[in-house]
């Protein structure tokens, strides 16, 4: 793993690309209401007990990683777009988007409250958290 010095991301090549901009977490929630907030924090204390894992502020989302970024959290205005990657198709019907994405799939889940943080939500989050440490 590769820690980029100026915006202290870490990425699975060394100087790989990528939208450089220090960003502390907070700053992405700022006009956020509390129940995203608090949906946020949900997965977040739940990801972060899986590990390796990191997590860092891009330009406009929150990225976990842990080989490589496994999970990008975009704070919209009314809702949390969880994306996720898996190499199978998967079936849930808390997923929102499914869309290819090279060799593998891009999963999207959306969340408004924290009560939509399931046991289903968190066993998709895990399938993309293990395709990501293969």
């Known amino acids: 793993m590769w820690t980029c010095p100026r915006c202290e991301r870490k990425f699975k090549t060394t100087n790989q690309s990528h939208s450089c901009e ?9 006009d956020s209401s509390d129940e995203l907030v608090l949906a946020f924090d949900t997965i977040m204390t739940n ?3 899986w590990q390796p894992n990191s997590v860092g502020a891009a330009k406009h989302a929150v ?3 842990n080989k490589k970024a496994w999970l990008i959290i975009k704070p919209m205005s009314k809702e949390l777009d969880v ?10 019907d ?31 989050l895990k399938l993309g958290f293990d395709f990501a440490m293969e």
Do not use: W
């Open 22 to 30: 220090k960003k502390d977490i907070g700053e992405l929630f700022l």
């Open 83 to 92: 994306k996720f990657y898996h190499s199978e198709q998967l079936e849930s």
């Open 94 to 124: 808390e997923l929102k988007k499914v869309a290819p994405f090279g060799k593998k799939f891009a999963y999207h889940i959306r969340i408004k409250h924290e009560f939509e943080v399931t046991n289903e939500v968190m066993r998709l």
């Open 47 to 49: 990801v972060m007990e």
């Open 63 to 65: 990225v976990f990683t």
